[in-house]
Structures are given as structure tokens and as C-alpha cells.
């Protein structure tokens, strides 16, 4: 049985529709563009970033679709100020836009309503220049934190979208991306999502740039999104490391991103949290297997939730 056409169905229910939820999300990410100019002490320029940018995001369960936007201060240099004091003027600009903003540590976040309920939101995260370079630092740090829980984080995500973006070309790329879609459905249909308890979409993004490999067939060249899956999911499960806890065996992944910060996108899970990533990635595994064995979508349905179509 080949899957491909049943993939191709499910790729074309989970992605964003560009000119449904990507164009309501570019009208309030320009709206807060508009805002900011009027009110902002300085100059800056906007850019996309997240799976927006990458071109590799997916409608949410709750429908609360998001845009990530970098803020960029064209003539701020963080030698000269608190990163706090940055993140204050873009929180003062935007307080008054909409009914709930929240100052987070990463970003400032600006969420559109509907019914008492988050319909859109907006991250946005804040930068300022290196003297002498091209390089960006992120202001880093919670409202009411400490001086020493502030920073200005070191960060080159523009270089990462645009590795991601030149990882692969062609159909080979487009592949990528929808297997990278696959994965991001699967975590949201089997964890939760508040926390650090589901793995980042970012984490799974440079889990897909880092082991990632074309599954295309060299008789015919067609494509096989399930064995592609298969392949991934099996590469990430063998990068875990096990050692010996007081709990038992455990499992961890160590996976820094290849730009700075060049942190480990793992690294806010609990071992416990973690552990079940590992469990859920085997039986993920086990799952395409069967479906492969079987020529059955039921195992594809549990792996993936209700989007994907029955046969």
C-alpha cells in the first residue's frame, strides 16, 4: 500500500492556509508594527522568525495561531542598557493594545481575544546591536527579575532560518518541511501543552536539521513521507543517552543549536519530562512500523489524531 496520497492529504489539513490563517496573523503583526512606530523613542526594523519564517508551521489544536517577530533597535548597542529597560519600552508601546499582554522572559506577548478566548498572539522579541559587528543580542529577563537574571543573550535565530531554509532544495525540501509538520501535530496530540513538558517545535526543528534525511524512491523518484517520518523519529531516538539514576535508567538528549546561542533546545525538560519524550518517541516507532507492516492507517490515526484520514 502506498501512503504517500493519504500524507499528502493530511499535510494539506494541518498546514497553515496562507491566505486564511497566515493572513490574519501578518494583520496583527502589522498593526503592532504600526503601533510601535508611533510610539517607540527609536528607530528599529521587524522581522519575521519561528515557524513562520521557516515555513514550517501547522494549524494549532486550539487555534491560537502565533507569529514570532524580532524587534530590532537600529542604533541601541547593549553595552549601553539594561535589557529590561528595552523590553519596558516595548511592553509600554503595546500595554494598551489589546485586553491581555504578558512580559515574558524571552519576548513580549500580545494576544487577540475573541470571546474571552486567545484567537492570534504575537511574540515579540526584543534586540539590540553589537558595537562593531553585525551580531544581535536578545534581551533576556523577566519584568520584576533580579539584575542577575537579566541579560542580553547572545542570538543569531536569522541565521538559523536561513540555514533551515537552505538545508535542502527543490521537492527534497519540501519534504523536510512536511515531515517536520508531522512531528510538530504528533507533539501536540500527545502532550501538554503548557510547560516544558512537550518538546519545543524549535526543538524539533533542529532535531529535523540535524537528522533529516530525503526518503524518495530511486525506481519511480517518488516520495515516501512515511518512511521519511520513520527515519527521523528513529535517528532522535538513538541520539538519547541512558545512565543510572536512583529512579532507574534514564534517558536524555543533548541537542545545542548550531547557531548562538548554540544552547541545548532540550535543556528545560525534567528528566521525568524527558523520559516520557523517549517513551512517546518508541512508541511513535512503533506505530509507523505497524502501519507499514499492516498497510493500515489505524496506527497512523493514533500517532498523528483525527486529521489524518482514515484511508
Known amino acids: 500500500m502506498s501512503f504517500q496520497p493519504i500524507f499528502s492529504r493530511f499535510h494539506e489539513a494541518i498546514k497553515l492556509n496562507d491566505k486564511t490563517h497566515n493572513a490574519g496573523l501578518r494583520e496583527k503583526r502589522d498593526r503592532i508594527h504600526n503601533r510601535l512606530r508611533e510610539k517607540l523613542p527609536y528607530t528599529f526594523t521587524f522581522f519575521n522568525q519561528g515557524s513562520y519564517a521557516m515555513g514550517t508551521g501547522i494549524r494549532p489544536l486550539n487555534d491560537d495561531y502565533d507569529i514570532d517577530v524580532g524587534i530590532v533597535f537600529n542604533d541601541v548597542y547593549f553595552h549601553d542598557f539594561d535589557p529590561n529597560a528595552v523590553k519596558k519600552w516595548v511592553y509600554d508601546a503595546v500595554s494598551e493594545h489589546t485586553a491581555r499582554v504578558e512580559w515574558r522572559r524571552p519576548c513580549i506577548t500580545v494576544y487577540y481575544q475573541q470571546h474571552g478566548e486567545a484567537v492570534y498572539h504575537v511574540d515579540l522579541a526584543i534586540f539590540a546591536r553589537e558595537r562593531n559587528s553585525n551580531g544581535l543580542r536578545l534581551a533576556i529577563g523577566k519584568q520584576h527579575s533580579a539584575n542577575d537574571q537579566r541579560e542580553w543573550q547572545p542570538d543569531d535565530r536569522k541565521g538559523f532560518i536561513e540555514a533551515v531554509k537552505k538545508r535542502f532544495s527543490g521537492d527534497?525540501?519540501?519534504?523536510?518541511?512536511?515531515?517536520?509538520?508531522?512531528?510538530?501535530?504528533?507533539?501536540?496530540?500527545?502532550?501538554r501543552n503548557q510547560g516544558n513538558a512537550a518538546p519545543s517545535g524549535l526543538g524539533l526543528t533542529v532535531a529535523a536539521y540535524t537528522w533529516f534525511q530525503v526518503n524518495r524512491s530511486f525506481l519511480n523518484g517518488l516520495y515516501d513521507d512515511l518512511g521519511a517520518t520513520r527515519g527521523l523519529v528513529r535517528s532522535i531516538r538513538n541520539a538519547f543517552t541512558c545512565r543510572w539514576t536512583l529512579s532507574g535508567n534514564m534517558h536524555r538528549l543533548m541537542l545545542p543549536i548550531p547557531f548562538a546561542p548554540r544552547d541545548d533546545v532540550f535543556s528545560r525538560m525534567s528528566d521525568q519530562q524527558m523520559q516520557e519524550f523517549y517513551q512517546r518517541l518508541q512508541l511513535l516507532e512503533d506505530w509507523l512500523d505497524e502501519a507499514q507492516q499492516s498497510s493500515s492507517t489505524a496506527p497512523l490515526q493514533r500517532a498523528f489524531g483525527s486529521d489524518f484520514p482514515a484511508q
Open 172 to 191: 527534497d525540501d519540501q519534504q523536510f518541511r512536511r515531515v517536520i509538520r508531522y512531528l510538530k501535530r504528533w507533539k501536540d496530540v500527545h502532550f
